[in-house]
């Protein structure tokens, strides 16, 4: 069945050093969304990328939707103890534009400050 | 906006037990989602409604859960009867259209 990958699971960094988390589709999707979860806390949505090669930017956060639409990354600049959490991605059921969402297992960050 | 609204926060009970779990969505968001997180699994997708009407229930476990949306503002989530494995924290999420998803803050289930 469809599979929404994150590598790495699990991330290390000292503060101030740089955070990449990786997400693979099995399937193209339509869009890609990415939440974060803080430890205790529930999952909010960051952002949503469309565009085949899309790069937003939010502050330290650097969203990137690959070219085949089948991957996407997400790079924090700079990290902080604020920055702490689990970061998903999420992609549509079978490249739908509505309804539900299949997420990955997420990468958790801790950052030693 | 007080967002979307679960309760309990926080539910214990033995095993055997029906368990409620009760949501209310942000007004005019037209989809609502239950999901169930935990470690080993994740973030697993149990049941969805669109416009009150469910339209995947293939994520419900077994027969011991069902969930309901009687109207717009109100959706229960209910096991009958709870069984240890289905100790996680479970997640209300709402949407409109195809934007992001806005989470409650979870039931924390613990069934001894």
């Known amino acids: 069945g469809q599979q929404v990958m994150q590598i790495p699971q699990y991330q290390h960094v000292q503060e101030g050093e740089d955070f990449t988390t990786y997400c693979n589709s099995s399937?193209?999707?339509?869009?890609i969304q990415w939440y974060k979860q803080r430890p205790g806390g529930h999952p909010v949505f960051l952002i949503q990328?469309?565009?085949?090669?899309e790069v937003k930017k939010q502050k330290r956060l650097t969203f990137q939707f690959g070219e085949a639409k089948k991957n996407s990354s997400l790079h924090i600049t700079a990290t902080q103890t604020t920055d702490v959490g689990t970061y998903f991605c999420?992609?549509?059921?079978?490249?739908?534009?509505?309804?539900?969402?299949?997420f990955g297992k997420g990468t958790k960050l801790s950052v030693k400050p | 906006d007080a967002g979307v609204i679960q309760s309990p926060r926080h539910e214990v009970t033995e095993m055997g037990q029906e368990v409620t779990l009760r949501c209310k969505p942000i007004?005019?968001?037209?989809?609502l989602f239950w999901y169930r997180q935990t470690m080993m699994r994740g973030l697993e997708l149990l049941i969805y409604?669109?416009?009150?009407?469910?339209?995947?229930d293939s994520g419900m476990p077994e027969d011991r859960f069902s969930a309901k949306m009687p109207n717009a503002s109100f959706s229960t989530l209910k096991i009958q009867p709870s069984e240890p494995r289905d100790s996680a924290v479970y997640f209300c999420?709402?949407?409109?259209?195809?934007?992001?998803?806005?989470f409650g803050s979870g039931t924390r289930l613990t069934v001894v």
């Open positions: 999420a992609g549509p059921y079978y490249g739908g534009s509505q309804g539900n969402l299949i």
């Open positions: 399937t193209t999707l339509s869009n």
């Open positions: 990328l469309v565009k085949s090669g």
């Open positions: 007004s005019g968001h037209d989809y």
């Open positions: 409604f669109n416009n009150n009407v469910p339209i995947d």
């Open positions: 999420a709402t949407k409109r259209g195809g934007g992001g998803y806005t």
